[in-house]
Every structure is written in C-alpha cells, then in structure tokens.
C-alpha cells in the first residue's frame, strides 16, 4: 500500500525551510532571478497513520522537473522512482522486460536474439551478484527506487499508467534485481548490444566438406560497430572553462548530449536532496537511480561518448576435424557453450512457445559470427569486453554526485573506475576544471600493440576491421592477452593513472573525438590505441567546438572573457564551421564559371549569397548547404590533414579536374534534390527542419555533425525501446535525413545546459528538448521543445528560496 499526500503549498515550503535549516551547515546556493508569485494551494488528500519505511517529498517545478527531498537513501530512491513513473513508467518496464529476457515472449520473434544472448551470458545472474555485493546505502538507494515504481504503479494500476503502454500485459511489479540487470545491459551497451546478432548466428559448421572462413573485406555486418554508444545518435559536445577564461574569474561548464528524443536513451531531469549529505541536479537515462550528468554546490560535469574501445574481437584458429576446439598458443582449448530456453510468443496465432538455442564461449566470451571471418572449419572470431566485469557503475556516479570537490571527484574515477563508455569533463568551485577518459578500455603489452598496428599499417584484415570501428587481433596467439594490473579496477584494464587526463585553467572540451585534443595548445600524446588514435583528423563538429571556444575566433566577446551569457548563447549559436571556412570559396568558383553553370547551381550561389552562415529558424540557404556538403564530405577539401594544425586542417575548397567542377556540380544536385522535397534553396530552416510532437509541427534550430554545427540535430530511433517509433518520414536524399515533409527531428541535443559557479554558489539555466513526459498527451511532451525552438532558457531551481518561489510549484509527499 502507498499513499500520495497533496500538500497545502505554503505549508510545505515551510516544512521544507525547517527540515533544510536543522540539516544543513554552510550557505546556500545561489540562482538566477526568479519570480516570487505565491504559488496555488490545493487540497489535502488523506493521511496514513501506520509508520512508512519511505517517505519523501516532491516538489514539482516550472516545466514539471521534480525535487525529491527525503532524510535517507531508500526515501531518496522511493521519491524518485515514485516521480519517474509519473512520466516514463513505460519505458522502464518495458526495459525490464528487456533485460529479463522476455521481448520475445510478450512481443514475437524480432528480438529473440537478444533474449537469448543476454540469457547465455547471465545478465540477471551477474546482476544480482553485482548487487548483493554494493554497500548498504546503495542498495537502499535502488530498493527504493524500485519501490516508488511500485508505490505508483499501485496506486494507478497498468490500465491507468500514461503513455504508450497503458494496460500492457508485461507491466507488473518490479525489484532491486531487475533495476540492477537493466543497469547491466546499460553498462554492457557499446560492447554486448553491438555483437547480439552475431553471437545469436554462431552455429559451428556441420561438417568438414566446406570451410568458408575466410579474411575478406565485407562491410554487410559491420555497421553495428559504428552504431553503438559511440554512433551519431549518442554523440555529445562538453566544455568546461577555466578562471583565465572567464570575465569573473569562477569556472563554467557546458554539458550538451545528443541522444535520441524517444525510446530507452532519453533523460529524465531531477533535482534529489537529502539534507546535509547529498544535493545533486541534473539529468539521468530513463531509470537510473542517481544523476548522470549535472552538478551540485562544489561541482558540475558532462560526458561525451568516448571513441575509445570497449572491447578486442579475436580471430581463433580452430582444430581440424574439431570446430569448437581451438588452438592457444603451444596448446588446444575447447570451447564452451550455454543452451538457454526463451519463451517466443507467435504473433499470428497468439501462442507462446519454448526455443532453445545455444551460444558457444572461448576463454575471452562469445563466439560471433564476424563479417568476413564468420564460423568455418579453420578460423571464427571471439570477443572480450573490458565492461563485462564492470560493477561499480553506481558506486562510481553516487561519489561524483557526492563529491565536494574537484579532488574528491577525481578520486571517484580513481577509487571507482567503473565509467563504462563516455569521458568526462568537470569544472568545480574551487577553480579547476578536468577533462578525462576513464572509460573501460583493454590493457594491452606494448609488444601486443606494436603487432596490431603493424597489422593495420600493412593493409592487412585487421586495417578492414579498425576503419569499421573494430579492434582485431590473433586470439590463438597469448601475446595479445590482456595485462593485469594491481591497480586496474579488474584484471587486464587500463588502470586509473594510465586513461588521458588534462586539467587547466582556459578550457577543456569534447566532441567526441578521441581524446587527444581536449585542448589545441596542450595536444595529450603517448597514451594506448585503445583509448582511440592520436594525430587523426577531427571532425568538423569538434573543429567547430574549438574554434567557438578559442580567443581570436570564439564567442566570448571583445575581451576573450567568457560570460554565462555568452556561453549559454554559444551553445546554441548555431555557427557552421564548413560554411565560415568554405562558402566565400563556393562563391568565388560561382562568379568564375558565370554563364557555363548549371541553373540550378546559380540559384545555390544566390541561397547562398544571403545565407548568415548559421543554422537558425530564420537561416535561408542553410538547406542547400547541409545537402551540398553531404554531398561532398570529406572530398570537399583541396588540402589534407596535418596533425600540427588539427583544428584548422584540411582546408580549402577542392579544385576541378579536368574541367569537371565537383563543387558546383554538387551544389546543381543539392538544389534539385531540395525541390524534390518541395522546398525552394532560400526556405528558412524554420520552414524544413522540425520535430513532430504529437502532431505539432515545433520548428528546431541546429545541424549535422557533418556540417561543423556543436548543436546537432537528427533523425534518430527509438533505440532498444518497443515504443512505436516517431513517423519521421521517407528520405528523398541518399545522404542527408530529407523528407517531402522536411527534416525531422528525432535526435540530438537532449539535457542541455550551462553553469557558473559564483561566489553565492551554482547558477544554471537549461533545456530538456523532448520534456519530462513520454506520454504524447501531456503538456510536458511538448513544453520544452517550444522553449528550445525559441531558444528560451529555463533558470534552474537549485536553492529554496527559487524552488519556493516558483509560480508553477506542486507540492506533495510520497510514502510507502
């Protein structure tokens, strides 16, 4: 039983002020401005006599972001799970049911690979270990959690959960050992989730006749390694500036994630507190017990997703005659195998059946099915993840979202190193500001590297895998084990004092690309492959990042001095890196080849001739300049990349060949491929490029990576989730996400915002661009992606005095 009490506004901020008081020392956090309205009284519903082992309070503010206040770990998790499930109950249940493996049960075949896999490598076994063994106040915090789920879906029943799985039959109860193994396949995403397939298609071969293994280019396959966390759709830009950047001499961060705006990897924003222990705001994935990415009164940090590796595949020589034996140095090994049973429901007939199906281990871990190598009688591939072992996630996020200073925060990467697949960048009060990829990453020998890339420079099959986002190496051979280190996190893992770090006082950044350029004046070289390639061309998005942050070029004013101001409004500014280095080129090449252009490039030098050169709603030709370079990518270019100018190379615009202009023949196909979609080459982007909310066509502002735009939007997917995916429409363009009805957008930045620390503490202002609800109906779908289209910021309400004084203040308790 649970009961929701409806508090009298007033009353509450009362007891709220007295609660805080009595706890807390030291003084409070400021906020920017906020009105002081008296907030609506409502009704109090009844009360509970009996003694609840949970209680918390919920205090919803503008945009309906939730304030949990409890005096202990379980009352903590209970308010949050409790206001969760107010607004994404579905998709948590429906990833349960994920990570239990029960798609196929409830949902038909499409996904029985996946319930097997994560059946055959015990994602519920390892997670229910993983938990038994998390100190008392953890498991507290997530028994909690699961109970205020409960305590909800009670209290409303399957019938009455908003969104798009009210009255599912797969909705029920949950406990702390489904959250854990839904946090294990969180853990396990940019490693399991790619290679599912391809463990699920690892039979060995029935007989010795054929033997089709075999080195060979093949890329059908190998897109799973370019669309893990590390694909477009969870890409991200972070900035933490230093006092010699600021105008006021404090530190500031930005956190900008791009994740996709439906499905199982959006954020959840909330602000959780208990007194004088822990006061943490921010943003989580849809589930997760603590705050992802935020800040507190001492620090604030984002994360980007790393290009580092999360795992080696493995190349093993097989027995003849014996295809699950194979050969390990001067000896044989036979494989293992798991044989699981997974209910599969018939979608024509309604009926429900068991399936077995087996998956094969060699000592490293699953067996796959590789493009190119697949299972034949002399050769198949293996794999070892570096997160498979990885338990100290929570314990890793709980520190940082505890941590009351920069070393102390740093110390929860070093006592933890449980970071699965993103870096990290922070900024704290007192001065300092970190970058650092701490993700899992492989430990290998120097000799083992050494092969590898000597494999790779030869052009051999292991260049293949590694331009595909894959790490290959000679599984049969001990030399490319992994190496245990005493102070790694777990055996044959890049312990902490080995990740790249950088710590400064201008700025630090991350697009995205490997880690070696979190500064252009302090390139960090030397470190492992594993952690991504040093001295490769960045990308435009993160050239746009450096040259928005730099003092000559940048948007911190006359001065070079950052304010939040200027900071905030460079996050969202919308510059095109491509355009400010290349357009007055294309123009250039417009006036010389006059008469003899085709019209319609001539009408893409007029677009472009008015183009501000930005990604705004207003924009006019940015339409036709997002199709042109798509176009061209990386051919664009007249000169190539030279690792002592990472920002600004390659450069210039591409010449013509024998008498062929790939420049201005690119921008004739990109201005008629923007007609057949029905759009002239001067539409403003506010008339192209939108998000679909529930029928509300909401215009969005922002571009492509591709572009050199920091604030990417996209089309996206509902990832993992059985949510029915947003209509984006067919494409019309083989390279870009056009549509007859326009770009939509389904994808990018999510939990975006911008912090200083001043001397009255923390001040933020922030968007969630999809809102706090998943259910299409609410007003909190759609509330946010208006405010981001206007580009109007929300303060955040961190102190008492601006939650209190909020106008749109809903107070109420929460007990079970």
Known sequence: ??????????????????????????????????????????????????????????????????????????????????????????????????????????????????????????????????????????????????????????????????GWCTGAEWIRPIDEYDLAAYYKTLTLRASLDPIISMAFGATPPESSSSDESALAPETNGFDAFNGGAGSAETASNAWAIGPDRTADGTTMLVGNPHFPWQGSLRFYEAHLTIPGKINVYGASLLGSPGINIGFNDDIAWSHTVSAGHRFTAYTIDLVPGDPTSYVYGDETRQMTSETVEVEVLDPDTGVVSTEQHTIWFSHYGPIISLPGIGWGETLTATIRDANAENDEIIPQFLDMNMADSMDAFIDAHRNNQGIPWVNTIAASADGRIWYADTSATPNLSDEAIDAWLQQVNNGEFAKFALDEGLVLLDGSDPMFEWVDDPASRDPGVVPFDEFPQLERSDFVFNANDPYWIANPDEPLTGFSPMHGRAELQLSNRSRMNATQLSVDSGDSGADGLFTLD?????????????????????????????????????????????????????????????????????????????????????????????????????????????????????????????????????????????????????????????????????????????????????????????????????????????????????????????????????????????????????TYEVTG
């Open 1 to 162: 039983m649970s009961h929701r009490i409806r508090i009298v506004q007033a009353i509450a901020v009362v007891i709220v002020f007295t609660v805080v008081a009595a706890a807390c020392s030291g003084s409070e956090s400021a906020s920017e401005p906020t009105t002081t309205t008296s907030p609506p009284t409502t009704t109090v519903a009844t009360t509970t006599t009996a003694g609840p082992q949970y209680q918390a309070t919920i205090r919803r503010t503008e945009n309906n972001v939730p304030h949990v206040l409890a005096n202990d770990m379980g009352s903590l998790g209970f308010g949050y799970g409790y206001a969760f499930s107010e607004d994404h109950l579905c998709t948590l249940a429906d990833m349960v049911v994920r990570s239990n493996s029960e798609r196929a049960k409830y949902h038909g075949p499409d996904e029985l690979d996946t319930d097997v896999v994560y059946k055959a490598v015990d994602i519920l076994g390892q997670s229910r270990v993983e938990f038994d063994g998390l100190d008392a106040e953890l498991q507290d915090l997530i028994r909690g959690y699961a109970a205020g789920y409960n305590s909800y879906l009670d209290e409303v029943g399957p019938d009455g959960v908003s």
């Open 566 to 810: 200027e900071l905030a409004a460079s996050a969202i500014g919308n510059r095109v890196y491509t355009a400010e280095v290349l357009v007055d080129a294309v123009l250039g090449r417009c006036e010389e080849a006059g008469e003899s252009a085709a019209l319609s490039a001539v009408d893409g030098c007029l677009a472009l001739a008015g183009w501000d050169r930005h990604v705004n709603l207003d924009s006019r030709g940015a339409v036709v300049w997002r199709e042109f370079i798509s176009r061209l990518g990386n051919d664009v270019w007249a000169t190539a990349f030279n690792p002592s100018d990472p920002i600004g190379s390659p450069s210039g615009l591409v010449d013509s060949i024998t008498g062929d202009d790939p420049v201005l023949a690119a921008l004739a196909t990109a201005v008629d491929i923007v007609r057949s979609a029905g759009f002239q080459p001067d539409t403003p982007l506010g008339e192209v490029q939108f998000a679909n909310r529930n029928g509300e066509r909401v215009p969005i502002h922002g571009g492509t990576g591709r572009e050199g735009v920091s604030n990417v939007v996209g089309r996206g997917s509902n990832g993992t989730s059985t949510e029915p995916d947003i209509d984006l429409g067919e494409r019309v363009a083989e390279t870009t996400n056009l549509t007859r009805e326009g770009y939509s957008i389904a994808n990018g930045t999510s939990f975006i915002y911008a912090l200083e620390f001043t001397e009255q503490g923390p001040v933020a202002r922030a968007f969630l661009t999809y809102g706090e609800s998943g259910d299409l109906t609410s007003e909190h779908y759609i509330d946010q992606t208006r405010r981001f289209s206007e580009k109007d910021w929300r303060v955040i309400a961190f102190t008492e005095d601006a939650i209190s004084a909020d106008p749109t203040l809903d």
